[in-house]
Structure formats: structure tokens, C-alpha cells
């Protein structure tokens, strides 16, 4: 596949954080007497590439938006607190190495449905900053994937940019911002109809014509 520009989901793409998150998010519910709300690795696995509103529906059904707010709100406090405070050895197998190959070639943008500040985070615990040319995310501009998909294609007059993800949620979204859609296989979730899957973030370099 040829491209101009390789954007990439987080979570199941780059690295998996659920085990730290759930950790965060348990400690969260229980301060705010949702005890009940069992958090683990798994159930975030099934939610991670949800927008954060999504998330709150699913996890607090029955709660009111306030409280579903308040709750998302510290749940993200306390991740962004764990994840700061690990050392973070989660990112998948060959993903450092190989996005800074990839970014020797070709800009390297993330996109992903989390709350602000994460990816940031994800940049300073890989030590990736030096390798992403931009990056987007819902807690920034409110928006879904597809949208700020197409906002970093449009402000970076890309031309030929491939989605990299790992979900259904993530093939619809690069679909729907007319960007080809390359399958992470390794990563959450299942989908068919990609334009290309890889078992391993490394096989990117050969798929990709750069």
C-alpha cells in the first residue's frame, strides 16, 4: 500500500493499558459508591475505542449525566495518576522500533477516542514525541474518530493516508473519513473488510510502500 501518512489508534494498536486501567478506574468507582462496577482488564478491552460518553453509558446505565461526568472525570484523574507512576512496559512488540523507522519515511499521526492528555502520555512514556508529526483525540475536540481522522488528513494535506486500529469501531471510522483501514489483528477487537491486517505492529513496514 502506498501512503503520504500512517495514523494510528492507541489502545490495542500501540500498547495495552487495562490492566494499569482497571487498577484506576476500580478505585475510582468505589470513592464515588459505585462498588458494584467491576472493572477489569477484560470489560475495558470490550469498551477501549468507545468515545468516553460511550464508555460512561455502558459502564453507569441508569446514572445521570452529572454522575456519569463525575465519574468518568475522576476514573480518568486516577488512570492518568497509575499510568504516570508505572513504568508503562505495555506497548506491543516492535512498536518503538518500528515507528521510528516508519517516521524516517513517512509522517506517523495518532488518533484515538480518548479523553486529553492521553496520548500526550503515551508520547512521553515510549519516548515517541520526537516520532509524531500530530495528533488528535475526542477529549480535545468533543469530536468521534472519524471526524479527527479527517481533521489531522485535512490539516496536513495528506493525500494517500492509511488508518492503522484494531476494532470494528475503528474500520467504520476510517472508512467513513475515506481513509483505507489497516487491521491490527493482535489488538481487541475483530472486524472484516480491512484493506490490509497485520499480526504484529513490525509487519506494518511490509505492507506499507515507504
Same mark, same amino acid.
Given at each position: 500500500m502506498q501512503t503520504d501518512g500512517v495514523i494510528l489508534d492507541v489502545d490495542g494498536t500501540i500498547w495495552d493499558s487495562t490492566g494499569i486501567v482497571a487498577v484506576a478506574w476500580t478505585k475510582a468507582v468505589v470513592e464515588l459508591g459505585r462498588p458494584d462496577v467491576k472493572v477489569t482488564s477484560p470489560v475495558l478491552k470490550q469498551l477501549f475505542g468507545k468515545t468516553m460518553e460511550e464508555i460512561a453509558d455502558v459502564l453507569f446505565e441508569g446514572e445521570s449525566k452529572e454522575k456519569k461526568d463525575k465519574l468518568m472525570e475522576l476514573c480518568c484523574k486516577y488512570e492518568h495518576e497509575e499510568l504516570q507512576n508505572d513504568p508503562c512496559h505495555i506497548d506491543y512488540e516492535g512498536v518503538v522500533d518500528t515507528i521510528k523507522s516508519l517516521s524516517e519515511k513517512v509522517p506517523?499521526? =495518532? &488518533? +484515538?477516542?480518548?479523553?486529553?492528555?492521553? =496520548?500526550? *502520555? &503515551?508520547?512521553?512514556? *515510549? +519516548?515517541? *514525541?520526537?516520532?509524531i508529526t500530530d495528533i488528535e483525540c475526542y477529549g480535545n475536540t468533543g469530536n468521534g474518530k472519524a471526524d479527527n481522522i479527517r481533521s489531522v488528513v485535512d490539516r496536513n494535506h495528506l493525500k494517500n493516508p492509511v488508518y492503522v486500529g484494531d476494532t470494528d469501531g475503528d474500520r467504520i471510522a476510517s472508512e467513513t473519513a475515506g481513509v483505507p483501514f489497516i487491521y491490527a489483528k493482535y489488538g481487541f477487537g475483530k472486524t472484516q473488510g480491512a484493506a490490509a491486517d497485520i499480526s504484529s505492529f513490525s509487519e506494518l513496514q511490509d505492507v506499507l510502500e515507504v
Open positions: 506517523v499521526f =495518532i &488518533v +484515538s477516542n480518548c479523553q486529553a492528555g492521553y =496520548i500526550e *502520555l &503515551v508520547e512521553d512514556k *515510549l +519516548s515517541l *514525541l520526537p516520532y
